[in-house]
């Protein structure tokens, strides 16, 4: 029986509202409530066999660095970086070894250092010859500094740094540092990928010698004596001290040689450098020739063999060297 509605005139009772109130709640108790773990009261899951997108990244190798070459903020950085020139000197009192090797290099260039210490990136950058320091991009690691958006502004800017993936092979972080050797820019590139762990170097990976078979680029080797006693990788405090920038004759591969043996040649050619400080020119050529350089990374021995080695070699080089009298 449907529920009688009052007539017109008929003056309802003022408990009416409320039993009707009472008996619609029960006629809704009765209706079944929809459980309240499932969509839309939580996140959908996504379905099986359908592809999911990937997420659109802006850090680390998709950091787009464009804007740090455009001309205001190249304008910028060559005033900031003329500015540190004096800041790095009465910090690291940097000798120019080798500068008379790049007389007759023309167009960009691969400047291929060995790594120690956070103060070679404006070590190198300040000590390259005006034509090439503000025409210049910096390999920086991707994981490292390109980890944070206020991270990747800052060094995209100071040192005109570029993201290269530095655990595996990326095609995006090669085709960009190729696409801007072709046009006019050089590289700074450190290929141990990473600081020395304990003052020795280690070895070389292939980024720069598949550069240059690639694009034609000559690379120049560099050493860089001394950055680690000043700003050591776990350390936080500068300590000023003298720094040796070497800089090799540049090198181009043979017709023979793949990119795994010119980077060897080039590994070597930059221990060959590290032979000319400790000792002198003429002998340091010698062992070159005879493939008999001082490797790098140290002897193969214990820890404390290797402390020892090292801190021998800092002696060495701290003693009055022979020079070829000045003409």
Known sequence: ????????????????????????????????????????????????????????????????????????????????????????????????????????????????????????????????????????????????????????GLWAFAIAAIPIERTRVNRRSGELAADLLRRGWSLVIFPEGTRSPDGWGTP???????LAIRTGAPVVPVHLEGTSQILPRHGARLRPGRTTVTFGRPLRPTEEEDARRFAARIEREVAALADEQSTDWWSARRRAAAGASPALTGPDTSAWRRTWALERRRRSRRAPQRRWPAT
Not at 49 to 54: L, N, S, Y
Not at 67 to 73: D, E, I
């Open 204 to 210: 070389f990976k292939g980024g720069p010698a598949y």
């Open 1 to 152: 029986m449907s529920p009688r509605l009052p007539h017109s005139g008929e003056r309802s009772s003022p408990g009416a509202g409320v039993r009707g109130l009472g008996s619609t709640a029960r006629l809704l108790d009765r209706i079944p409530r929809p459980r309240s773990t499932g969509f839309p009261w939580v996140t959908p899951t996504w379905p099986g066999g359908v592809e999911r997108p990937r997420p659109e990244s802006i850090l680390g190798i998709d950091y787009d660095t464009a804007w740090a070459r455009r001309y205001g903020a190249r304008l910028a950085r060559a005033v900031v970086t003329e500015a540190a020139r004096p800041l790095v000197r009465a910090v690291a009192s940097p000798a120019l070894e080798g500068l008379d090797r790049l007389a007759d290099l023309d167009g960009p260039a691969i400047f291929a250092a060995n790594h120690a210490s956070h103060l070679d990136f404006p070590l190198l950058v300040t000590s390259l010859p005006p034509r090439f320091r503000h025409h210049a991009v910096v390999a920086a690691g991707a994981d490292y500094f390109f980890d944070k958006r206020w991270k990747a």
